[in-house]
């Protein structure tokens, strides 16, 4: 008998001990970056022409804005340093962004009108941060960390810069080393990866070292973690190795503590290997006794992960049970269920072309309900197939399922549309179009599963 190494002994690593970094801000140049014609374009609006002003010209323009009255749309063009300053500190909101306050004074005179900026920021808080978006400072990623939006949006373009002013927090004990390490996060999330690596390199090997680790997949948990009251260890069926022996009740008890750690990776990891060396039919009665007993419990979603074994070890069988509950809940409106289990059931997609025709039902049931549903529902039920559409999508029908291979190409097409449309006018408008995009491929794919033309195809 050969028990899988995971579960033959307990998988729980060792906790890593965290490196607390000391780390200094290094010096960096200041500068304001344009693109192609954009400083002159900024510095004249309204196309404006440079031309010397007398003072009495410039105070005129001034008073005029303090007084809310109305001038040349180019009157900025003209006006001093100081006379920008004191526009921006003294003037309302709406006519600095009208009249293109702070695009003159960055693009006229640079760093020297950054303080200025940063007092803008409390005002009119889009338009300095418009301006700022231009200067890669040190000085203007220290002003904007209290502001987590705007932060990350000057983040996007200068990403090395403010990862160099997050990396001493985020490495160090600070009180703030969680909020630097969440932006870290987001800044990752938003495609600049790279650009922390980078400036984690400009403070050595340690702080490169300690971003490996911040930024490696989340590992098992150094204990084994608690169950709920709901799983009897010694009610549900024994998993069998390949050679058909027992595993025993400390490999099981392993086994359901990693499957209690779904959707964690690497737990998902531990049980593929399980699956490599025990009875898959075993498995799969093990899977689906723990969803009986979930909902027998109450179905709480906090401990999906029940359902989700089901998913991660079972058959067809398992797929057809967790496809009837998808319908079953997506009918009672208890949306939070039905996508756990259409959750649960993508790993089983594609398995055979039963398979397609039960979750094909499912996301008929789910689209048509969508369509329907008030706002409020409808996002919860998108949200739920729309997961399904990227994590399966359309094509692996027709590559796994023989009798789907005339799954018609526009299918592809109409899902693509749908997501692209959900993605840009995320609101119903957008959600009403996935949600009939999905419609209709379900109903194309039900008839090709249903189609006696693909049950020949099968056999």
Request: charged content about 25%; some cysteine; proline content about 6%.
């Amino acid at each position: 008998m050969t028990v899988p190494d995971i579960i033959a002994r307990p998988p729980w690593p060792a906790p890593r001990k965290r490196n607390v970094l000391a780390l200094e801000v290094p010096v960096r140049d200041e500068r304001v970056v344009w693109k192609n014609t954009e400083q002159y374009e900024w510095a004249h609006p309204g196309g404006g022409i440079e031309k010397h002003l007398e003072v009495w010209e410039r105070e005129e323009i001034l008073t005029k804005l303090e007084m809310k009255e109305i001038v040349r749309i180019d009157a900025a063009t003209n006006l001093e340093m100081e006379d920008l300053v004191r526009a921006m500190q003294r003037c309302e909101k709406r006519f600095v962004e009208h009249y293109a306050i702070a695009h003159v004074a960055i693009a006229k005179y640079g760093l020297a009108v950054l303080d200025a900026l940063f007092a803008l920021l409390s005002k009119a808080p889009a338009c300095a941060l418009d301006a700022l978006r231009h200067v890669d400072s040190l000085r203007v990623a220290s002003w904007l960390a209290p502001y987590e939006e705007m932060f990350l949006d000057w983040a996007s373009f200068h990403p090395v810069t403010a990862a160099l002013s997050l990396l001493p927090a985020a490495l160090g004990d600070s009180k703030d080393r969680k909020i630097a390490q969440k932006t870290l996060s987001h800044m990752r999330k938003n495609g600049h990866e790279e650009a922390i690596r980078d400036a984690a390199a400009l403070y050595g090997p340690d702080a490169s070292a300690e971003i490996d680790a911040l930024f490696a997949p989340e590992p098992l948990p150094s204990r084994a973690p608690s169950l709920p009251e709901f799983v009897s260890l010694v009610k549900l069926p024994m998993p069998l190795t390949k050679e058909g022996e027992i595993i025993g009740e400390e490999p099981r008890a392993r086994l359901v503590q990693l499957l209690s750690l779904l959707p964690l990776e690497a737990a998902r990891d531990a049980i593929d290997q399980v699956k490599a060396g025990c009875d898959a039919d075993s498995l799969a009665t093990l899977g689906v006794a723990l969803a009986d007993e979930w909902v027998e419990a109450g179905a709480e979603t906090k401990h999906k992960w029940a359902l989700l074994a089901a998913g991660a070890l079972g058959d067809d069988i398992a797929a057809r049970k967790l496809a009837e509950w998808t319908v079953e809940w997506a009918k009672a409106k208890i949306h939070a269920r039905s996508r756990v289990a259409l959750e649960a059931l993508s790993p089983l997609y594609g398995r055979t072309a039963r398979v397609g025709l039960w979750v094909a039902r499912a996301g008929i049931v789910l689209g048509a309900g969508a369509l329907l549903l008030p706002e409020a529902d409808a996002a919860v039920a998108l949200r739920a197939f729309a997961a399904m559409l990227v994590v399966l999508g359309v094509q692996p029908i027709a590559r796994q399922s023989r009798g789907l291979t005339d799954l018609p190409s526009w299918t592809s097409h109409v899902v693509a549309v749908g997501v692209v449309a959900a993605l840009l006018a995320p609101s119903v408008g957008g959600g009403v179009a996935l949600a009939l995009a999905w419609f209709v491929v379900a109903v194309v794919i039900r008839a090709r599963c249903a189609a006696p033309g693909a049950a020949a195809a099968r056999a």
